[in-house]
């Protein structure tokens, strides 16, 4: 069992940060205005548990192979913690599962990019291009990637 989830925890770490990686490359991963795709797969905690760690671990690595600041790299990665573990305590619930990880990184990146960064645009807009950029990842994108997975969820993460 622990291996099983260990294995799956590694495999949406190495998802993510494919996924970030590669949207790296139009910008759309890092800045005031970001889409990061991989976000989508936060709502994976619906499924498993092990998304938690996965996550956690994926932003992370993303954030310091893309170069991210070191204040990047631990809030950043705090962030998708929090919406991550929001996620799986909000899974029974049909929509709002979504919300943690969008919250969380609409609160806390926002932060990161003016401090840590040194952006000198209006807190308003970070938050919104932010919020927005997870909003389309998860609730749009993510719910598209829970529906298609949904009905294989079983073959997915609970057959060894």
């Not at 936060?42 to 600041?69: D, K, Q």
């Not at 990665?77 to 996620?87: E, K, N, Q, V, Y």
């Amino acid at each position: 069992m622990k291996i099983r989830l260990m294995s799956q925890a590694a495999i949406i770490a190495a998802i993510y940060v494919t996924i970030t990686y590669f949207v790296n490359a139009w910008g759309l991963a890092n800045g005031a205005i970001q889409v990061r795709l991989s976000e989508a797969l936060c709502i994976l905690p619906v499924f498993t548990p092990a998304a938690i760690p996965g996550l956690f671990l994926g932003c992370f690595l993303s954030n310091t192979l893309n170069g991210c600041v070191i204040w990047d790299i631990i809030f950043g990665s705090f962030a998708t913690l929090i919406g991550a573990i929001g996620t799986y305590y909000l899974r029974q619930t049909k929509f709002l599962f979504t919300l943690p990880p969008v919250i969380a990184n609409a609160i806390i990146v926002p932060l990161v990019l003016r401090y840590a960064y040194g952006l000198n645009d209006a807190m308003w807009f970070l938050v919104v291009t932010v919020g927005l950029g997870e909003i389309i990842s998860i609730c749009g994108l993510g719910m598209i990637f829970k529906h298609a997975i949904a009905a294989h969820r079983r073959a997915i993460f609970e057959n060894a």
